[in-house]
């Protein structure tokens, strides 16, 4: 029995590792950092997340990133939900570390992709895709546009350093 329990409590510690978004601390889930991202931004801009495994995200998720889904275990997107602004977080868990520099790639894609379409559209926000960054930590790959672009940065990085608290 007693072998039998232990067993479980590793599987389910083996699961846990696999599903969080890592980097020097593995259980912290992408859906956390965006909302820490929230929590630190003015009042009336990224206001609305989805996440990993909600109906909305996961129909999205390929128009938005291009990479493809099965290639993923966890992500989450932060935004305005008024529209109208380049304001965007998005934290991607990537299955495999070999992964990674894809999801690299397409995310500094999507800057490009949305840069072209401000630039006609309003071209006021461009100045948050021209200072967008992709960033990566373990196997998370984050894409940062907003006005303070380092202090998320600093932000999504403490929170998969530190984990949950």
Request: a negative charge.
């Given at each position: 029995?007693?072998?039998?329990?232990?067993?479980?409590?590793?599987l389910?510690?083996?699961?846990?590792?696999?599903?969080?978004?890592?980097?020097?601390?593995?259980?912290?889930?992408?859906?956390?950092?965006?909302?820490?991202?929230?929590?630190?931004?003015?009042?009336?801009?990224?206001?609305?997340?989805?996440?990993?495994?909600?109906?909305?995200?996961?129909?999205?998720?390929?128009?938005?990133?291009?990479v493809?889904?099965?290639?993923?275990?966890?992500?989450?997107?932060?935004?305005?939900?008024?529209?109208?602004?380049?304001?965007?977080?998005?934290?991607?868990?990537?299955?495999?570390?070999?992964?990674?520099?894809?999801?690299?790639?397409?995310?500094?894609?999507?800057?490009?992709e949305?840069?072209?379409?401000?630039?006609?559209?309003?071209?006021?926000?461009?100045?948050?895709?021209?200072?967008?960054?992709v960033?990566?930590?373990?196997?998370?790959?984050?894409?940062?546009?907003?006005?303070?672009?380092?202090?998320?940065?600093?932000?999504?990085?403490?929170?998969?350093?530190?984990?949950?608290?």
């Amino acid at each position: 029995m007693k072998k039998k329990a232990a067993f479980i409590l590793a599987l389910i510690l083996t699961i846990s590792v696999f599903t969080a978004c890592g980097g020097s601390n593995d259980n912290v889930k992408c859906v956390d950092i965006v909302k820490a991202c929230k929590d630190i931004t003015p009042e009336g801009s990224f206001d609305e997340w989805y996440s990993y495994g909600e109906e909305a995200y996961d129909e999205n998720f390929s128009n938005l990133y291009g990479v493809q889904y099965d290639m993923v275990d966890d992500g989450a997107i932060l935004q305005t939900a008024a529209g109208g602004t380049a304001d965007e977080v998005s934290v991607l868990h990537m299955k495999k570390n070999a992964d990674v520099s894809i999801a690299q790639s397409k995310l500094q894609d999507r800057i490009a992709e949305r840069t072209s379409k401000f630039s006609g559209y309003k071209p006021e926000e461009v100045y948050k895709l021209d200072n967008a960054r992709v960033i990566v930590q373990g196997n998370c790959v984050c894409l940062i546009a907003a006005d303070d672009p380092d202090c998320i940065e600093t932000e999504i990085r403490r929170v998969i350093s530190e984990g949950n608290q």
